[in-house]
């Protein structure tokens, strides 16, 4: 065999193992999806943890990519003080993006803290791509969530808006939105107003 031969053989051979190398990457990747697992409440991050150490030391990096717990940051108006903490978005569930087989299965699902997979016991349910990039999106925006402990019948002062440096009394108050409603004088007459809790400060 001459020189040339065995060249051409080696860049056929290096060819046929980069097809195959590309075959598995695209194999993995279409099999590679998110899957939400179910656990004890409370114990999302702690799973989170957990997992990921079984995954070093059990070698799954090739078949487990991402856990995830997604959390938004409150704000909340305690006497005064502005703090913000950090909330579950789904508590009692962690995400995990992997490609699905007995052995992946098997580290995830005997993983402490974790109760199930969302889906029948051996055949677990992936999660739509849509929605998981908008439950990730979610997590990493700011949320404008504010809690305020506040409560009817109490003064508020106006800090912003049309109505600023005016005293409220507060009549209604919403804390799912955010929102309360008041009742302000306005060239003596008492007017209702909705306010947002950013817009108030408590007397």
Known sequence: MT?????????E????????????????????RWYIVHTYSGYENKV???LEKRIEYMNMSDKIFRVEVPQ???TQIKGGRKQEKEEKIFPGYVLVEMIMDED????V???????KFVGSAKKPIPAKESEIKKII?????QSQKIEMDIKVGEKVRIISGPFA?????ITEVYPDKAKLRAMVSIFGRETPVELEYKQIQKL
């Open 48 to 50: 989170k943890s957990n």
């Open 137 to 141: 999106h979610r997590s990493t925006v």
């Open 104 to 107: 992946s299965w098997y580290v």
């Open 13 to 32: 051979l290096a060819e046929e193992i980069q097809e195959v190398d590309n075959a598995k990457s695209t194999e993995k990747k279409a099999q590679k």
């Open 165 to 169: 440096e005016f005293i409220g009394d």
């Open 3 to 11: 020189e040339k031969d065995e060249n051409f053989m080696e860049e």
């Open 72 to 74: 938004k940051t409150v």
């Open 109 to 115: 699902r005997h993983t402490a803290g974790v109760t």
